[in-house]
């Protein structure tokens, strides 16, 4: 891995303890979590693993190698930075080229993917009126979740007949709460409501100018345009219960109508009212936002630690100096996040959107 840069580690369990590859092997890492948009619906985080294998170690069928048995769909990797982990999955695909040059491509998706695949079985009644948190449970139990678990919310939701994915309901706890669901570098199943804003990290400064300890990014993408303007919000509460809707007119008037629904099951009508309220404000305005950051973490000393450190939904600070003169600053939310390592880069890319100061009880 390239000098100057986080030392990498590539670990492989099959249920035991994790056993590292060698780091002379490593030839690509490829990492991407979270989200890209803040408005897209939830995604698995990637890994892609590039090795060589020259000596065959990696050939599934390969009876002599140490990894046989062990390189099978499901294995565990986690992937760390300096020992601090950065992603942890699942093996879904190995793909060994046996060509002049050997490698074993082998791509891993987080828990996520797992949640995915189960379905939450329809229910003969409505049942379970149940806080945020105790459906996030009750969806990671039906997909037979056996990673740890972070989830707080206390918004009371409708009973359910389910009859949907989990990764279904989980995205419902998470609109009922005004927040997020995801799943940790680390592989924790984690729910988050609105107030958790407050209390994240302030990861890493951005600058373009030098100052003290900042990571200097080499591309940047802004957007002062209209494209995530939303000022109006419909809570759907489920079939046959009251919609709750909210509009900010003053947006209204200056960008035209845009809506956006959430599917909310929320038991009561006026924490669905003000959840209405907080969508329709949140967005409202055409504010100055970064959408993409990209950096190499080559030589940034001891704000490694922070960058490797960094999960969804933390925060970072971008200053700017605009073509005619401003300097600005974007204090933004990470929604995404990717990694590129190769023996000569470490390149990052970071994907966030603006963090509203905006709050309400919900």
Known sequence: MPANAPTLTVSFSNGGAFTAVSADLLLSVEIRRGRQYQNDFLEAGTADVVLNNQS???????????????????????????????FTGYLENNEVN????????????????QIAKAIAPALATSSFQEAASARATRALDLAEWTGGRSLTGTTVMQKTKQNMSCLE???????????????????????????????????????????????????????????????????FRGPKKEQKTAKFTSSVSTYGLKSKKLDAPILNETSAANLALY?????????????????TAIGIGALATDMLETELNDLVQVKRLTYDGRNITINCVVEGLAHSITADNWRVSYFTSVVDPYTITI
Do not use: H
């Open 56 to 86: 065959g170690a990696f050939d599934p069928s390969n009876t002599s190698s140490p990894w046989y048995g062990i390189l099978i769909a499901g294995m565990q990797v986690r992937i760390q930075g300096n020992s601090t982990t950065i």
């Open 279 to 295: 969508a329709a404000r949140k967005d409202a305005d055409a504010v100055v936002l970064a959408e993409q950051i990209d950096f």
């Open 98 to 113: 046996q060509g002049i040059y050997p490698t074993v491509s082998l791509t891993f998706v987080d828990g996520l993917a």
């Open 169 to 235: 309901m989980l995205e419902q706890c998470a609109n009922c709460v005004g927040g997020r669901f995801y799943v940790s570098r680390s592989g924790v199943a984690t729910l988050v409501p609105l107030a958790d804003k407050f209390s994240r990290p302030t990861r890493l400064l951005f600058s373009d100018q030098g100052d003290a300890n900042s990571v200097g990014y080499d591309g940047i993408i802004t957007n002062p345009g209209t494209d995530y303007v939303y000022n109006e919000a419909i809570v």
